[in-house]
């Protein structure tokens, strides 16, 4: 019985084994044919049917009108209402890419393998409190509440902590949290009644007041009720049902004067911290500048047009602003016009998505870049699987997403810290092959353009322009001779002798 019953077990076995063998070589045997005869019945049909009748009429429709352009006007005709985009503009700027590095070699060493690099930066040198960071690169402003979650803040937090750079409390209600675990926190001090606090202003390593951003200029934000509850409402003591007005402006700001009232007002209540000015980059740029020297403030952030956010209404992101590298060449130029460059710190931000375009930034003369994009994709890293496809990755991050619960917050923070980590290896080997040993070494004579706009934009020379060759020592020699001896003569013929 026994025997039978093994028999029974390795029969069976055996069958199903041979019967999937048989339909997987029935597949392979069919599934050419079939492709072929579905692909075929496609391509006649579009070969052969009037325009009117054809699907190809989506191709040439979508090469006219790009897609982007047709899912946000149906977004439109759904609601009726504004859409707002994710991430800020798919709109090409004029970038980084049209400079390159000169790379040091035998005119110029390349300093050794193992030299240290100096990293540190210093935010605001006039101020009573300067911030000094360990490496030039900061984290943008994420809102928490208005933008992404508690987990989200808590893992940034952690990261910057760990490599000894700031983060930042954006327009949002400040985390608790995020005071307790950033080693330095930058705390914007928006419109909105909230972030004017003396008591959690103090806990600021430096304020940034928040006039205007690159993805939504200085538009008033709204948002409605059911998209702001729980812990974020109570932080920003919103009533059951109200909705989140962060007005245009500031209540104490109706004219340019009224900013160095509000810069006094803020560095006597930190007492000493750096004060600064978040502001979009607007075609009258020197003016903003202007006004905000005659503030006194110790910092400024530029954010250029490719700036992200949570969302925006897509005319302001694609049409106000303008391109980064404008900006900061623009800003550059006017500071140091100004005699002001050294004491007045330059924050960059917008679009910048590897390390040799922080490595370029500060090149032309910026201080710090700040980023938030390509830090955020770098924290969901392998756990947009846990999003994708039925819903996109935001979900895990964005306040109030619906795959907030899953998102790891420890994985995140390992991930930021690795991504900080990277970049700043990157940029220390460039530095050392551009023979210097520090990043405030790094300056506009490392660099060279590649197309006229960027060089007239950055007034960068062009690359194809000569580099003016150094004399030798003794060609040196030879020439100061020479110079000697028609000194000598032309005095002879003078003297008549």
């Given at each position: ?38 692909l ?7 070969m ?17 009108t ?21 991430f800020?503009?798919p ?25 240290t690099?100096?990293t ?42 760990a ?42 390593d430096?304020?940034?007041?928040h ?21 974020a409402?109570?932080?920003m ?25 509000l ?11 750096p ?73 960059i ?5 590897n ?32 999003a ?48 210097k ?21 950055t ?24 110079k ?8 002879k013929k003078?003297?008549?002798?």
């Amino acid at each position: 019985m026994k025997d039978n019953w093994v028999s029974f077990i390795i029969g069976s076995f055996s069958g199903a084994l041979l019967a999937i063998l048989f339909t997987g070589i029935l597949s392979l045997l069919l599934i050419k044919p079939l492709t072929q005869m579905i692909l075929g019945s496609i391509i006649k049909r579009i070969m052969k049917d009037r325009y009117p009748e054809n699907i190809w009429e989506m191709v040439t429709a979508m090469t006219r009108t790009p897609p982007t352009s047709v899912v946000e006007n149906s977004l439109r005709a759904a609601s009726g209402r504004i859409i707002e985009r994710p991430f800020g503009s798919p709109r090409k700027f004029l970038h980084f890419d049209g400079l390159i590095f000169s790379p040091a070699q035998l005119a110029t060493l390349p300093a050794p393998e193992d030299a240290t690099v100096v990293t540190r930066i210093t935010i605001g040198p006039a101020a009573k409190k300067p911030l000094t960071l360990d490496i030039p690169l900061l984290l943008g402003a994420w809102g928490y509440g208005i933008g992404v979650s508690e987990k989200l803040k808590i893992a940034a937090a952690k990261a910057t902590a760990a490599v000894g750079t700031a983060t930042n409390a954006g327009e949002g209600a400040l985390l608790p949290e995020d005071r307790e675990l950033a080693k330095y926190l930058i705390m914007q001090y928006s419109a909105g009644d909230w972030s004017k606090d003396p008591e959690k202003l103090r806990q600021a390593d430096a304020i940034e007041i928040h006039i205007g951003q690159g993805a939504s200029a200085a538009a008033a934000s709204i948002i409605p009720p059911g998209y702001l509850k729980g812990r974020a409402r109570d932080l920003m003591n919103l009533k059951p049902g109200e909705k989140l007005v962060i007005p245009s402006r500031h209540k104490e700001i109706q004219k340019p004067e009224d900013l160095k009232p509000l810069v006094k007002k803020l560095r006597k209540i930190t007492e000493g911290v750096p004060i600064g000015v978040k502001i979009c980059a607007s075609a009258k740029l020197e003016a903003d500048l202007e006004a905000a020297i005659y503030g006194g403030v110790d910092f400024i952030s530029i954010d250029g047009g490719q700036a992200g956010t949570k969302g925006g209404p897509p005319i302001l992101e694609d049409d106000f602003g303008l391109p980064t590298i404008y900006a900061l060449s623009r800003a550059v130029q006017y500071l140091s016009k100004r005699g002001v460059k050294d004491k007045i710190s330059l924050l960059i931000g917008g679009g910048f998505s590897n390390p040799g375009q922080c490595l370029k930034a500060l090149a032309l003369g910026a201080d710090a870049v700040y980023f938030g994009t390509a830090p955020l994709w770098a924290m969901t890293h392998e756990q947009v699987t846990k999003a994708i496809p039925w819903e996109p990755p935001t979900q895990l991050v964005f306040y109030p997403g619906n795959l907030e619960e899953e998102f790891d917050e420890e994985k995140a923070a390992t991930h930021l810290e690795n991504f900080f980590d990277a970049y700043m290896e990157e940029i220390t080997v460039a530095i050392r092959a551009l023979g210097k040993t520090s990043i405030h070494d790094v300056n506009r004579e490392d660099l060279v353009a590649l197309d006229e706009m960027t060089s007239k934009v950055t007034k960068i020379p062009l690359a194809y322009e000569p580099y003016p060759v150094i004399p030798t020592p003794e060609e040196d020699r030879r020439e100061k001779e020479k110079k000697k001896w028609l000194f000598f003569l032309r005095d002879k013929k003078s003297r008549g002798t």
